[in-house]
């Protein structure tokens, strides 16, 4: 079997490793990858970049691809399944349509509410002014965000109406977001612990992936400016039994319901940010409709079955008594970025003395590529070093101590990366 990854992250080198382990896979192609991919076996970089949908399908069509993956949101949102799916090709994502649900934040809010799934308060606004009554009326703190696609840099947890104005300008008026943020929602500000539930569906089954906990936040204590995600654990200790339960009754299944009752065809991964209170009380803060990154490298590293496969059996509508397969040990992954991001930063900086890789340690790339067979960073994330251990204590210091190895001029991490699930462990 052929497969074709559409992406450039950390999430598609992990996506293109499990799937070229597979005994099923012949060859796996990564459009446009990275560094990483091209480093790996039986992968290779295609240069055709991730939302040129038309390129994308009439290369498949040409290799006679059995299989595509899509990895970043912004083909999904574009209708890559929709163009595969009419040349009769396989593609594991959700139709144009069904990725409203991560391509407006309107959308999905009026799907929750329609479908009596917890989330949080909210209002949508396209006029700064009634915007700014409206946070007034509710008080701080308050969260914003762009409606459309902002690459991760479209939400503003404001802690003053100084804060909250200043957001809603930067979306409404200066429209530094372009069309993403011609119109925002603002929402109540919630409160409790954030986890990641990922799940892969074929439209009626839904087969939960581990649970899994990132850090959103730049600095330290999850201080700093949002990004991308500088690092990842999994499992997530807040998502017991119980919990777990209620997100698959309580979200999962009537989502994929209200998709299948507005006609909408999703097969794909499902990406549910919950808040979890201490209570166990659950609200959905997004939806995604792909794996997360950087949750989807400490993921993959515990995954055993086989992710070709049923991604393939998801696209054929097989996914009924299918289970997955898991590495007991805990893993994490720490996020290399560069200084700066995510604001102002360098790239085209070598890196040198990456670690090999091992059974229990993968450094996944991001930002990277390769100029001359010398290694140069290309982005601000650019690594991502994921390990595995007894407990996430144990893997965090693999990380930390594999990151010591690795020279790299504008290097920058957080140190603390697992330290909820640390502490749990130590109590």
Not at 67 to 74: A, C, K, M
Not at 294 to 306: A, G, H, N, V, Y
Not at 308 to 326: D, F
């Amino acid at each position: 079997m052929k497969v074709l990854i559409v992406g450039s992250g950390g999430r598609e080198h992990a996506l293109s490793w499990k799937v070229s382990k597979s005994a099923m896979v012949s060859k796996v192609f990564v459009a446009p990858g990275n560094g990483g991919t091209e480093l790996e076996d039986q992968v290779t970089n295609i240069d055709i970049q991730a939302n040129n949908i038309e390129a994308l399908a009439n290369f498949a069509t040409k290799e006679s691809i059995d299989l595509t993956i899509v990895g970043p949101e912004e083909p999904l949102v574009r209708g890559i399944n929709n163009r595969f799916n009419e040349l009769g090709l396989n593609c594991f994502g959700p139709t144009k349509e069904a990725a409203q649900l991560e391509g407006s934040k309107e959308f999905m809010k009026e799907f929750l509410k329609k479908n009596k799934i917890a989330t949080a308060d909210y209002s949508t606004f396209t006029n700064s002014e009634e915007a700014l009554r409206y946070v007034k009326e509710k008080g701080c703190p308050i969260v914003i965000k762009a409606d459309g696609l902002a690459a991760g840099k479209g939400v503003t947890i404001a802690n003053s109406i100084e804060e909250a104005k200043d957001a809603i300008n930067l979306a409404l008026e200066s429209e530094i977001f372009g069309k993403a943020g011609k119109k925002i929602v603002i929402e109540e500000f919630l409160t409790g612990e954030e986890a990641s539930f990922i799940v892969m569906t074929d439209g009626i089954n839904a087969i939960p992936f581990p649970t899994s906990q990132d850090h959103k936040a730049r600095d330290e204590m999850d201080t700093g400016p949002n990004t991308g995600g500088m690092g990842a654990y999994s499992p997530a200790p807040i998502v017991d039994e119980i919990v777990h339960d209620k997100i698959m009754k309580e979200v999962i299944h009537p989502t994929l319901k209200g998709l299948k009752d507005e006609g909408y065809k999703y097969i794909g991964f499902l990406y549910a940010g919950m808040m979890i209170d201490k209570d166990k009380n659950i609200k959905v803060l997004e939806f995604n409709c792909r794996f997360g990154d950087p949750e989807t490298q400490p993921i993959m590293m515990r995954l055993k079955s086989d992710l070709a496969e049923l991604c393939y059996k998801a696209c054929k509508g097989k996914l009924k008594n299918q289970e997955i397969e898991l590495e007991n040990r805990k893993s994490l992954g720490v996020v290399i970025a560069a200084k700066g991001y995510p604001h102002e930063y360098e790239k085209e900086k070598e890196i040198t003395n990456i670690p090999i890789e091992k059974s229990d340690l993968k450094v996944f790339h991001a930002g990277t590529k390769l100029v001359n067979g010398d290694l140069i960073s290309n982005g601000g994330r650019v690594l991502c070093v994921t390990t595995l251990g007894s407990s996430v204590q144990s893997a965090q210091k693999k990380a930390y101590n594999a990151i010591q190895d690795i020279s790299y001029d504008d290097i920058f991490y957080r140190k603390d990366i697992g330290y909820r699930a640390i502490k749990r462990e130590v109590e």
